[in-house]
């Protein structure tokens, strides 16, 4: 903590003035127990007692305290005001940084830092200061920790060295956070500590997925040899709450690999960034995301807007590469992942079959954004009402959409047809793969597994599928791991895993 001998009493006196000058709001935020202090204010007041307040802001902070006990003595109508803590706002944007940039020349120096909350720990006690007695001399003598863990004095004023007598302890409430930048295109994950029981509060009233801006200052904490960069907050804005954090816009992979890597809280709480669209770890193939969960496990993510059997396949060929590359990685600790908007119906049975995990990232999204969250992803930058026919007009456009036929995107009603703009089928191509489906199991009950394809276009006509549509279904099936071709002229059904 910074001396008042650290300060001088001029720059008490000004400080003091500019509350004076500031007395009715100030006066207006200590009800709320908050000493309120308008930066755009003190800066255009006097810059260059501005610029020392913050250059290193714990001294800063002694300078602000002293000016209000000096108001309090010289101020009747100040005199039985207190705070608990020092809140800041319309601070300039020259104090906006991000994550990369704490590092040693950023210490101590007052910034903003506009974070994503991706995990909050339950609220713990944390030990402030405690009060300790000489055995010797009874000299009472005041530990102040610093480190967030317990320690005694080192000495006494008369000599002794340790084993003082503990008098009385003082604790607050604290908890950890794990945030994520906003602003850099590879985002960094980081753990910060939040002490004080105001803060801590305030805190454990947001759900993890708020956008915030933090204010406050590097500091570097923790025991010799494991120093690490902390960040001391001091007050913190919230931009958006979680439940109108809205997905951003998604129109291919690489979007949506982006987005979850800024936002991984979509996947699992808890997780760190390690990295993305990298062959830094394989060689060869690229991984889309790379994590590390709560409990020390890589996470190996494969992103698909639209998943098939062909993606297990492709997972299991990172992971071979993954594990040839990193030998001292224990096997045991790699989760294997594959994450998608759309997926075919067999798709999870194989995940299922091989030990991946399948995430339905369609389900997720509707359920935290609701049911038009698809069009948003979908159509490149405007949002879209799924169910109201007026914004048809809109969205008939090839450029915009990628359509070989506009009016493929507007269902018979003349609505938005979601399936063709997602997963690039439309939901009559849908519902013609479902009839096919079901004349396959009907001919296999009656020829057994292996159909001829001319039984199949005769079965298909009945139900009014023309046979080039009938042809494009086949194909797709085959694609998809569906169906096979045993021999010329005919299919056969994949046996189920």
């Known amino acids: 903590m910074t001396d008042i001998h650290d300060v001088d009493e001029y720059t008490i006196n000004v400080v003091t003035d500019f509350f004076m000058k500031n007395s009715e709001k100030l006066l207006n935020s200590l009800v709320k127990g908050v000493l309120e202090v308008d930066l755009t204010e003190l800066d255009k007041y006097d810059p260059a007692l501005f610029n020392l307040l913050f250059e290193n802001i714990e001294v800063g902070l002694t300078i602000f305290n002293h000016a209000f006990d000096k108001l309090k003595k010289e101020e009747a109508v100040f005199e039985d005001k207190e705070y608990n803590e020092i809140s800041f706002k319309n601070v300039p944007q020259r104090f906006n940084i991000t994550l990369k940039d704490i590092n040693s020349k950023s210490l101590n120096k007052f910034c903003c830092i506009e974070i994503f909350l991706s995990n909050k720990s339950e609220i713990k006690p944390q ?153 830094e770890y394989t060689d060869r193939r690229r991984i889309d995301l790379l994590f590390r969960d709560k409990l020390g496990n890589v996470l190996i993510v494969e992103l698909k807007i639209h998943g098939d059997s062909a ?141 001829a394809l001319a039984d199949l276009i005769n079965a298909a006509k009945e139900k009014e599928i023309e046979e080039s549509k009938v042809k494009e279904i086949i194909e797709k099936m085959k694609r998809d791991g569906e169906l096979f071709e045993p021999k010329q002229g005919l299919v056969r059904r994949f046996p189920k895993l």
């Open 127 to 279: 030990i402030t200061n405690s009060l300790f007695e000489c055995p010797v001399c009874g000299t009472q003598i005041e530990k102040i920790h610093t480190n967030m863990v317990f320690e005694e004095p080192t000495m006494c004023p008369c000599g002794r060295k340790g084993k003082f007598k503990c008098l009385s302890t003082e604790y607050t409430d604290a908890m950890n956070i794990t945030v994520s930048d906003t602003l850099n295109v590879k985002p960094l994950s980081k753990k910060i500590h939040v002490i004080g029981y105001g803060l801590v509060l305030r805190f454990f009233d947001l759900e993890p997925g708020s956008i915030i801006s933090l204010m406050g200052y590097p500091t570097v904490n923790g025991e010799k040899g494991r120093l690490y960069y902390d960040f001391k907050i001091l007050d913190f804005k919230v931009i958006k709450e979680a439940d109108k954090v809205q997905i951003e816009f998604v129109k291919n992979e690489i979007d949506l690999m982006n987005f979850l890597a800024a936002h991984s809280h979509y996947i699992e709480e808890g997780l760190m960034f390690i990295d993305k669209d990298t062959s």
């Open 311 to 451: 993606t297990v396949n492709q997972l299991t060929d990172y992971v071979r590469l993954f594990v040839k590359k990193n030998p001292n990685q224990d096997c045991t600790k790699i989760r294997k992942m594959i994450a998608c908007i759309t997926a075919d119906s067999n798709l999870k049975k194989s995940c299922e079959a091989m030990n991946i995990e399948f995430l339905d990232l369609g389900v997720k999204f509707k359920k935290t954004c609701g049911e038009e969250v698809l069009v948003r992803m979908a159509i490149f930058n405007k949002v879209y009402d799924a169910y109201d026919p007026k914004y048809a007009e809109v969205i008939k456009s090839k450029k915009e959409l990628g359509l070989s036929d506009e009016s493929e995107a507007i269902t018979d009603s003349g609505e938005l047809d979601i399936d063709r703009i997602v997963t690039g089928i439309t939901s009559a191509q849908r519902n013609r793969i479902i009839i096919m489906r079901e004349l396959i199991k009907e001919l296999e009950s009656k020829y057994g597994s292996n159909i």
